[in-house]
T-cell receptor, first 114, second 112 residues
Framework: AQSVTQPDIHITVSEGASLELRCNYS??????LFWYVQSPGQGLQLLLK??????LVQGIKGFEAEFKRSQSSFNLRKPSVHWSDAAEYFC????????????FGTGTLLAVQP | GAGVSQSPRYKVAKRGQDVALRCDPI?????LFWYQQALGQGPEFLTY????????KSGLPSDRFFAERPEGSVSTLKIQRTQQEDSAVYLC??????????FGPGTRLTVL
């Protein structure tokens, strides 16, 4: 069955420090992979997506993610975190077919220390 | 342009009441999805429409949940005889091409 694992429930980083949020997926075919961010009371905003091609994808707000098929991973990175990045981050896999519904991980809550 | 809108933003219902949650997708988006997000969890798929056709309702948790999109635009998610376990945020998303879903702000349902 398709699944997404985000092993870190909560992460705290200092402003200006680098960030890596982990995501592992289980899916039999070539996955469509996504990272979304959710601020309190807000809907999900797409940060970036991977469908095919270059395994390092760039997104909005200075985020990037790298698809590693051998590790079934799609980790999100940012070289320097800003206080405004504090939010919950969700990794998702699109299961394709006629629906391409998204299977989400449980999320990682990011706190940023001044 | 306008994004996906949902109403009401907050809904409190007594156990056993029926509720209706509305989603206005981005104009022209063919695909529409409903997700349920319980507290502390990621969103979980409920159902999918392509225009007015409900092509996948495999995620609906019980027959108390019903969704419709009669004219291929606005969609309504109805929950009959609400139970406490229905308390969650209900997210709607629309998509022009199945490759990217645009989410609304959600409706937070609290069942007392």
């Amino acid at each position: 069955a398709q699944s997404v694992t985000q092993p870190d429930i909560h992460i705290t980083v200092s402003e200006g420090a680098s960030l890596e949020l982990r995501c592992n997926y289980s899916y039999g075919a070539t996955p469509y992979l996504f990272w979304y961010v959710q601020s309190p009371g807000q809907g999900l905003q797409l940060l970036l997506k991977y469908f095919s091609g270059d395994t390092l994808v760039q997104g909005i707000k200075g985020f990037e993610a790298e698809f590693k098929r051998s590790q079934s991973s799609f980790n999100l990175r940012k070289p320097s975190v800003h206080w405004s990045d504090a939010a919950e981050y969700f990794c998702a896999v699109g299961v394709g077919g006629a629906t391409n519904k998204l299977i989400f991980g449980t999320g990682t809550l990011l706190a940023v220390q001044p | 342009g306008a994004g996906v809108s949902q109403s009401p933003r907050y809904k409190v219902a007594k156990r056993g009441q029926d509720v209706a949650l509305r989603c206005d997708p981005i104009s022209g988006h063919v695909s529409l999805f409903w997700y349920q997000q319980a507290l502390g969890q990621g969103p979980e798929f409920l159902t999918y429409f392509q225009n007015e056709a409900q092509l996948d309702k495999s995620g609906l948790p019980s027959d108390r949940f019903f969704a419709e999109r009669p004219e291929g635009s606005v969609s309504t998610l109805k929950i009959q005889r609400t139970q406490q376990e229905d308390s969650a945020v209900y997210l709607c998303a629309s998509s022009p091409n199945l490759n990217e879903q645009f989410f609304g702000p959600g409706t937070r349902l609290t069942v007392l």
